[in-house]
């Protein structure tokens, strides 16, 4: 009986997310227009961090109210890895071709590799000056190893900044722009009010991973790998996927990019700023790492072959994720036991 009210808690946690999804996306595409920005920027900066707001909501929660930081790097991970191969799938077989950029491919796809390493070094790090007396795998993160990752979403943002620099140097005044009788202040109320639904269908979402752990006797890291990784994706497939219906593949995987990037390299971290340390488990940790890395050189492949996905690439994406699904499944309910120790 719990079981099935729980997964009607799912299920209205996970609409509670989209609709707060649907107003962030129109919000910030609007204050996106008002402040003159790039697309590349509105993808990577306002739309992305915006649309990833539930991944670090599942982070703090939790961390903070239900001391589990290992199901919210699941979350995060977990949604990483749907957005690299689920959004880009779906997005070009529901909307139009995905066409990018070498700029796209050459700065925001390397340096999301990039950011996936130094998550990585950082939890490496953990296990090796910070380990937990009576373990083999599991290490202590402190704030000034979260703060490694931190400064490196810095270095993104002034990349960017530079762009958006360069780009609005080159724009002509237009006193004809609608976008200057835009209430502002309406809008970025808006914005707050959106953030607020989605954080309390994130914490739902949060507590019923935790029951489904309990009553089914597996890992809630599972959960949050799967079911709530998918669920809090969905601001960012919103996103994406309008893009591409408008034929803005770069918007669209540029959203992607840049959603990962913010959860790797701050929503993660701030679980850790917030409690002040915490433990995690590198025998876990580096599988799911790993993975992740894979499925990022499989889209990175294909974003740089004549600068597009196609098709036929975007259902590969699909099969690769429900493959992962299935993996995890079997390694969870120890039918094999080949990636996790």
Same mark, same amino acid.
């Given at each position: ?44 900066? *306002? ?14 929660? #939790? ?33 139009? /071709? ?39 795998? /599991? ?90 990784? #998918? ?5 960012? #497939? ?22 990962? *990037? ?38 990175? #492949? ?40």
């Amino acid at each position: 009986m719990l079981l099935i009210a729980y997964t009607i808690v799912i299920i209205v946690s996970t609409a509670a997310v989209w609709h707060g999804s649907f107003v962030l996306e129109r919000t910030a595409g609007r204050l996106a227009v008002y402040y003159r920005l790039p697309a590349v920027v509105q993808g990577s900066i *306002i739309m992305a961090v915006g649309s990833s707001f539930p991944e670090l909501s599942s982070t703090v929660i #939790a961390t903070l109210i239900h001391g589990e930081f290992e199901l919210g790097v699941a979350v995060i991970v977990g949604s990483a890895i749907f957005n690299i191969l689920v959004i880009p799938g779906l997005s070009g077989l529901i909307g139009k /071709e995905l066409k990018t950029n070498r700029e796209l491919v050459y700065k925001d796809a390397l340096f999301y590799i990039i950011s996936v390493t130094v998550l990585l070094l950082t939890f490496a790090f953990a296990l090796i000056y910070y380990p937990v007396e009576g373990t083999r795998w /599991e290490g202590m993160v402190t704030r000034p190893l979260a703060l490694i990752p931190v400064a490196l979403y810095g270095v993104y943002i002034f990349l960017q900044h530079q762009d958006t620099v360069e780009y609005q140097a080159g724009l002509v005044p237009d006193a004809s722009d609608v976008s200057r009788d835009l209430d502002v202040k309406k809008q970025w109320i808006n914005l707050v009010f959106s953030l607020g639904i989605i954080a309390l269908g994130v914490e739902g979402l949060v507590r019923s991973a935790i029951v489904f752990g309990d009553l089914l006797n597996t890992p809630n890291f599972f959960w949050g790998l799967t079911i709530i990784a #998918a669920a809090t994706s969905l601001p960012d #497939a919103f996103v994406s996927i309008q893009a591409a219906r408008r034929g803005d593949g770069l918007v669209s995987i540029a959203n992607v990019l840049g959603s990962n *990037i913010f959860d790797l390299l701050i929503a993660i971290p701030v679980g850790v700023l917030i409690a002040g340390r915490s433990i995690v488990n590198f025998a876990v940790a580096a599988p799911v790492m790993g993975l992740l890395t894979l499925a990022t050189i499989v889209l990175f #492949a294909m974003l740089r072959t004549q600068l597009r996905v196609s098709r036929a690439e975007c259902m590969v994406l699909l099969m690769l994720y429900a493959l992962f699904i299935f993996w995890t499944a079997l390694e969870t309910f120890g039918i094999i036991d080949f990636l996790f120790v």
